[in-house]
């Protein structure tokens, strides 16, 4: 059984930073690509950012290019998600996703995903 499961959220003060982690059992992560994704309330899933952690292969959306960084925690056996400088429209729930690969075309697509975690709750507020 494939399965993903994002951690590591909760509540931060802007400005602040939070590490998330994408845990996955069933498959090896170096065969897959690893995307996540962030969806507010009312709002479509959005693309955050992507890792191919085999070759290093990343892309991160305009909204958190520069504040947001994937790797690959090999001790842990996660693909995490550092986020700095955080902002209040950086609040949603956080999934990661994974998806066969090596180029990274229309990465921010979740339709371009098979298989999903549960999604951890991120909220940037003073």
């Known amino acids: 059984d494939v399965q993903l499961q994002a951690s590591g959220g909760g509540l931060v003060q802007p400005g602040g930073s939070l590490r998330l982690s994408c845990a996955g059992s069933?498959?090896?992560?170096?065969?897959?690509?690893i995307g996540w994704f962030r969806q507010a309330p009312g709002q479509e899933r959005e693309g955050v950012g992507y890792l191919k952690s085999s070759t290093g292969l990343t892309f991160y959306s305009a909204a958190v290019k520069g504040r947001f960084a994937l790797f690959r925690d090999s001790a842990k056996d996660t693909v995490d998600l550092q986020m700095n400088n955080l902002k209040p429209e950086d609040t949603a729930v956080y999934y990661c996703?994974?998806?066969?690969?090596?180029?990274?075309?229309?990465?921010?697509?979740?339709?371009?995903?098979?298989?999903w975690g549960r999604g951890t709750l991120v909220t940037v507020s003073s």
């Open positions: 996703a994974r998806r066969l690969g090596s180029r990274g075309s229309s990465w921010y697509l979740p339709l371009t995903y098979d298989s």
């Open positions: 069933g498959f090896t992560f170096d065969d897959y690509a």
